[in-house]
């Protein structure tokens, strides 16, 4: 994605509500994840991000993209890169999420709206309130008090 001036923020704002699904995805080991990618088993690969969203996004908002990759060399820790497509309402971001042994972090390679407006900023507003209508717990709130 060519970078702009709100291109930053969108990406903060991804990685944001995401975070919880890379911390799902990184107690699964990282040979698993190695070899998963090593194999092309991307229907196994698909089947894990699904469960890891599903705790806290609805269905379908947070999908495996069309592949991934992985650094693993001797002396290094292994990284595990996840190309992922999220579909809140009316909006599809295509990110690579890339996973480390204390980390996570998102590159953002497009968005596109279904509806854009002319105005960046209202887009951006609503990437982030797209995001967070999509979620099953709403900021301000304990999982506590959204569990029956």
Known sequence: MRKCTYSAEREKIVAEAICPVAT??????????????????????????????????????????????????WDTEPEVTLDMEIRPQGVTVYARLMLQKDTAGVEVTHVAFNDPSADPDDNTDFLRKSLAEARYVKSGGSPAQHAH
């Open 24 to 73: 799902e995805l990184r107690l699964l080991d990282a040979a698993d994840l190695v070899s998963l990618l090593r194999f092309e088993c991307y229907g196994n690969l698909a089947d894990l991000v699904s469960s890891a969203a599903e705790l806290y996004f609805l269905p379908g908002t947070i999908n495996f993209g069309a592949g991934g990759d992985y650094r693993l060399d």
